[in-house]
């Protein structure tokens, strides 16, 4: 097999746990599969060099901080190879230029706009274990682009869709992706598959894990994903494939909870054509994310309207609604709310599923303010002090700890 | 003017000494100058990387190793670049690959093959200034590879010759090139020129400033060399050039001092043919340096052979004597010996500098073991505790405080 393997920034965060990956490579390499491995920075040293720019500007020149970031995970791939050549195992590092990764101009969030693989293909023909560093790439012409947040899953989810490898393997220091926060739930169970589609939904609970970016790539690419530590090797993580590889359909996966989220009220707003629409467009003009939306007519004719965004945006989606205070009778926001979901791609052939939810939040007197739901998810908005108790009744609800 | 300029490990050793070096740009910015400046690793970066690679690996593989060490000079090129376009100086950094120089694949210690000057050419038809990540190249076949102990100085010197710059200035943490060492004579004077030999033999003064591979180069490019302070910027240099671009000759130039020297005797050699060239063909073959050499036949037909070499090639050297034990009635080594020199490019047109060298030392007492000149230079193996004395009465002799 022709395996990627993704290693972050805790798992070559220091010099003895870059030996430890090693000797995870080396254990995969004498299981007789091909071996591209993809590496980050050791943790803490891209802030480091941030710091650094910062000294210099508060706003430092883009394609120059790419230069300089860029070279966290050279250093990281070069040791990673020192460390495999040293054993007697064939290893070559290379950059994200090496490797073939060629990006667009969006300096610091750069997207990857092709590969060519032939160094690698190469390199692999010739028996070599390739440690790329990852989070980089080149432009057409030739200057260093990172590819932001999370660009290391997304470097290692790229080349093994572009070199059509057998699984992509993402290690971090939590060995899968669990039925729900186990912080909340000791009883939280990993899972052995998910699909991608449910992954996303879950986003809250793998989010630490796998950020959608990287498991939207891999829907697209057809990559079959393995989340894993590199803490516990010897786990088996969860595999994220396609819907149709999974045999056994559950009908619940998991129980996803966000407590960044804030709900925006309208009250009173004024019955005139259009309203609605001119809100969501400038909100959608700032970036801000509306998660939920419910409105409702009033027997007078004004309608409420209530939604929900994410934390960050929160300042965002003030200067927003301000714009619009003249149409409303009142405006109020709160941030004591959190979204509670419940996800599963057996939802989609199974009823009962969401009266169930309703029940369970019922008998533990929990009120529901917003309920949305898709083919394979449904997220409930209730009080942030009933979160934990909610998860947890749910996660038994639906039998996920057996 | 274009000039390129470089700033060594402790010109840019912290963010704010990285912020100085800024200045010193915007300033020969502001007269008018077109600037390519090349920068080395922040002071102590490059050695951490070693201890890095040493964690693995007693002996690093040596491709890989240029993978890491090159990171450190990049870092310094982004971060210098970022401080430049914060002050609203257009900037631009460059890798050894991004300013198109090429080398062998002689990793840890390659060689320039040729220097593509097309990018750098644009940037400064853009009105850009570059920097440039010394120390570094890429290969025929795109790997990174490193130039070795002073790497970023020839990266300097070479980008010079090819760009036909008017100028290398070369920053470290001295002022120039001095008559002797000021910690020996505190009346040592800063030369304004010196030409490309005299530096060469001066060595041992300008050790620690330029690399003689640098001052080679330099020759053969025809680059005017400027060694200048990076800590005292407003302090002309001293100016490294052809012999015909200094108009005053002094006799004398400087007087050099190396302690690191052991002298060889062999006493007793049978006279057989041929033997010393065997001895001196042994110690070239194992990359010994040998400096001076005397040979003296006695009376009764056996030979002395007293020859010097530089006290790291010591235990090298040991080796390859033994060989020889059988040839010789008796071997010694003496390491309290160091070597005087005295440079000078007005010595080949006058006579009498040689006399006056040996009259001041006898004055003082010091016996010459072994003498040997060249056109430009007078050395002398002495004592070594005679050292310091020897270079104060040789410079008062020649008036090089004057």
């Not at 092709?114 to 390739?130: C, L």
Request: charged fraction near 25%; include cysteine; aromatic fraction near 4%.
């Amino acid at each position: 097999m022709l395996k990627v393997l993704k290693f972050g920034g805790t798992s070559v965060g220091s010099l003895d746990r870059i030996q430890n990956v090693a000797n995870i490579i080396k254990k995969i390499r004498d299981e007789g599969h091909d071996v591209i491995a993809v590496v980050s920075a050791m943790s803490g040293e891209t802030n480091k060099l941030i710091e650094y720019a910062e000294y210099f500007s508060k706003d430092p020149k883009k394609s120059e901080l790419d230069m300089l970031l860029s070279s966290g995970e050279r250093v990281t791939s070069a040791l990673l190879s020192i460390a495999l050549n040293e054993q007697g195992y064939k290893a070559v590092s290379m950059s994200g230029r090496q490797a073939g990764i060629v990006t667009d101009n969006s300096y610091t969030k750069a997207r990857i706009e092709n590969i060519n693989t032939k160094s690698m293909k190469k390199a692999i023909s010739e028996g070599k274990i390739i440690i790329v560093a990852g989070f980089q790439g080149i432009t057409e012409e030739g200057r260093v682009s990172t590819l932001g947040r999370g660009g290391s899953d997304l470097t290692a989810v790229a080349i093994a869709g572009a070199i059509e490898a057998d699984v992509c393997e993402i290690y971090t220091d939590v060995d899968g992706i669990y039925t729900t926060d186990p912080r909340i739930e000791p009883k939280a169970k990993k899972l052995d598959k998910i699909s991608y589609d449910e992954m996303l939904e879950l986003a809250s609970l793998g989010a630490k894990v796998l950020q959608n970016r990287s498991v939207e790539m891999a829907k697209k690419l057809n990559v079959n994903l393995v989340s894993r530590s590199s803490f516990t090797p010897e786990v088996e993580g969860t595999l994220i494939t396609k819907e149709e590889n999974i045999m056994e359909k559950p009908v619940v996966s998991g129980i996803a909870l966000d407590k960044n989220q804030i709900r925006v009220g309208m009250y009173g707003v004024a019955d005139k054509p259009g309203i609605a629409a001119a809100i969501f467009t400038s909100l959608a003009d700032e970036n801000i994310n509306v998660d939920m939306i419910v409105q409702t007519v009033g027997v007078d004719g004004e309608t409420d309207l209530d939604f929900t965004i994410p934390t960050t945006d929160f300042e965002a989606c003030k200067r927003v609604m301000e714009k619009f205070k003249k149409d409303a009778g009142n405006i109020d926001y709160n941030d004591s709310i959190c979204k509670v979901s419940i996800v599963g791609v057996g939802m989609k052939s199974h009823t009962g599923v969401a009266s169930k939810a309703f029940t369970t939040l019922a008998q533990e007197n929990i009120n529901i303010r917003i309920i949305s739901t898709s083919e394979i998810k449904i997220s409930m908005i209730i009080e942030e002090k009933y979160a934990e108790l909610a998860v947890r009744s749910l996660h038994d609800a639906y039998n996920l700890d057996k």
